[in-house]
């Protein structure tokens, strides 16, 4: 299967086929026959996850977990349509995501939002509800058996208010959303993996990222499993560049001038001038229109993400004076 890769300890990525292929993994945690969905892609994306649990010799009924990072449709989209197909799951959902779980005209009016009804629709389909009595809320320290295998809920903000990890300690590695960055394999090295941080609207807030990277690294983890693109090793060297670069983000979007289009086009020119210095850092081997390529979507949402960051330290600055 050509949309499927098997990583150790019994957990496979299943590419989500969202907007292009090696964009977004849905992971896939096996153990003694039975399964967890870590992340859901869109509607779209149901058809993969059950042929790849079949072909890992597990039914749709063996499925018990299905576990959200945050609700971001990228990464939930698909959750309602999975909950269907998996008649003994519970979905696992930090609390301020329960209710748009189980009615998503909120999510929906938020996501058409960023890319517009048209775009938002081509890219999600209708967002189907959840059962309130089939929803686990993903408080702090909870923590799901699957089999035997612990998987531990850490609260970690900084993406989006609503976004947590999860802990497997037999992998002894975290599936980390969005909140470990973007990394994309075609950007890797000889095997050495490069992480961008993600300042998406609406909830970015640098001082919380970083503290959730550190809160993830004291966990000493071996490996992370990150949505945008699945396993990377090296998680000191991709932890640091994952703070420079959030303070690199943070600085751009301080320096720029003005308000409205004017400012989101600086910002986005800054970060474009954060990337082609990073690809001269990391020697990367491809063009610069082919690396613009890989990362425009992602720049674009940054871009616009640090603006409402800075309208909203704004808005806070004025409120207190």
């Known amino acids: ?42 509607n779209a994306s149901a058809p993969q996850v059950l042929a790849a649990l079949a072909a890992a010799g597990i039914a749709p009924e063996q499925v018990l977990w299905v576990i959200l990072t945050h609700i971001h449709l990228d990464h939930a989209g698909g959750a309602g349509s999975l ?8 979905l696992v959902v930090h609390p301020r995501g329960v209710r748009h779980m189980i009615d998503p005209a909120k999510l929906w009016e938020g996501t058409s939002a960023v890319y517009g009804a048209e775009r938002a629709f081509a890219l999600y389909g209708r967002l189907a ?16 058996d699957l089999a035997g295998r612990r998987l531990r809920i850490l609260e970690t903000p900084g993406h989006a208010k ?74 000191e060297r991709l932890a640091a560049d994952l703070h420079r670069l959030i303070d690199t983000q943070v600085a751009v979007a301080r320096a720029a001038r003005g308000d409205g289009v004017a400012r989101h086009v600086e910002i986005l020119a800054g ?36 603006g409402i960051w800075l309208d909203d330290c704004a808005l806070r600055e004025l409120t207190s004076a």
């Open 129 to 144: 509800p959840v059962a309130a009595e089939r929803i686990v809320e993903a408080n702090e320290g909870l923590e799901l």
């Open 1 to 42: 299967m050509q949309h499927l890769t098997a990583h150790p300890d019994g957990i496979l990525a299943v590419d989500s086929g969202y907007c292009r292929p090696g964009l977004a993994a849905i992971h896939l945690i096996i153990h003694h026959g039975r399964a967890a969905v870590v992340d859901t892609g869109t």
């Open 162 to 235: 609503h976004h947590i990890c999860i802990w497997d300690e037999t992998a002894r590695a975290f599936f980390t959303g969005d909140v470990f960055g973007l990394s994309y394999r075609e950007l890797d090295v000889e095997g050495r993996a490069f992480v961008f941080p993600t300042t998406t609207p609406t909830q970015f807030d640098p001082d919380a990222l970083h503290a959730s990277i550190d809160r993830l690294m004291s966990f000493h983890p071996e490996a992370m499993y990150l949505t945008h693109y699945s396993r990377v090793t090296e998680v």
């Open 271 to 306: 970060l474009e001038q954060i990337v082609r210095e990073e690809a001269e850092r990391q020697g990367w081997c491809l063009t610069e229109d082919e690396i613009f390529e890989v990362l425009r979507t992602d720049l674009e949402l940054n871009a616009q993400g640090l």
């Open 83 to 90: 909950m269907c197909a998996f008649p003994n799951a519970m």
